[in-house]
């Protein structure tokens, strides 16, 4: 199993629906974890970060994280086709070491 | 408060010559690491550094090399390129074990 692993998509919601983007991790990685957006072409740009169980809210992205599960979530409400980009999950091992998953495209349509 | 820079942007190198990736931190991190983006991949970690030591590495071959300076500013060299090296080598820079911040990148093309 990989450290992190991602449904690579595409995926397509309509403008001012909920997006649901998901990622599992492995145990070789530890319990902090991050959502980074990146658009064709560009770097990656941190969305948020997630350490403890449960829900974590900034705006319209909701970061959720199941440790039993070894599940990491992420919502964007209200999609705007701006949101159009390939989200990375990320996780953090116990060497300090980042571990990417593949990336989920996501396409919103106005 | 300045990003992370990279250069350069965009450089074109042939199988068997030696390239330098530079970048600069961002100002009040002391910890750079690198990853290299093939097309449609997610980053993977090549390695790190913090305060001018390796930290970790990745799963690369001992020709992809990394320097850190005292002012917290990196080099990644690769040597004897690969057609596989072709890859999008991003930088990015840290606490510790905080969130990276990413520079826009160097877009290697081995021919």
């Known amino acids: 199993q990989k450290e992190v692993e991602q449904n690579s998509g595409p995926l397509s919601v309509p403008e001012g629906a909920i997006a649901s983007l998901n990622c599992t991790y492995s145990?070789?990685?530890?319990?902090?974890f991050f959502w980074y957006r990146q658009y064709s072409g560009k770097s990656p740009e941190l969305i948020m970060s997630?350490?403890?169980?449960g829900d974590k809210e900034d705006g319209r992205f909701t970061a959720q994280l199941n440790k039993a599960s070894q599940y990491v979530s992420l919502l964007i409400r209200d999609s705007q086709p701006s949101d159009s980009a390939t989200y990375l999950c990320?996780?953090?091992?116990?060497?300090?070491?980042?571990?990417f998953g593949t990336g989920t495209s996501l396409t919103v349509i106005p | 408060e300045t990003g992370v820079t990279q250069s350069p942007t965009h450089l074109i190198k042939t199988r068997g010559q030696q390239v330098t990736l530079r970048c600069s931190s961002q100002?009040?991190?002391?910890?750079v690491s690198w990853y290299q983006q093939a097309l449609g991949q997610g980053p993977q970690f090549i390695f790190q550094?913090?305060?001018?030591?390796?930290?970790g590495r990745g799963n690369f071959p001992p020709r992809f090399s990394g320097l850190q300076f005292p002012n917290y500013s990196s080099e990644l060299n690769v040597n004897a390129l690969e057609l596989d090296d072709s890859a999008l080598y991003l930088c990015?820079?840290?606490?510790?074990?905080?969130?990276?911040?990413f520079g826009e990148g160097s877009r290697l093309t081995v021919l």
């Open positions: 550094y913090y305060r001018e030591e390796e930290n």
């Open positions: 145990d070789r990685v530890s319990q902090s």
């Open positions: 100002s009040g991190h002391n910890t």
């Open positions: 990015a820079s840290s606490l510790l074990t905080g969130e990276l911040f």
């Open positions: 990320a996780a953090l091992s116990t060497g300090n070491q980042f571990y």
């Open positions: 997630i350490y403890s169980n």
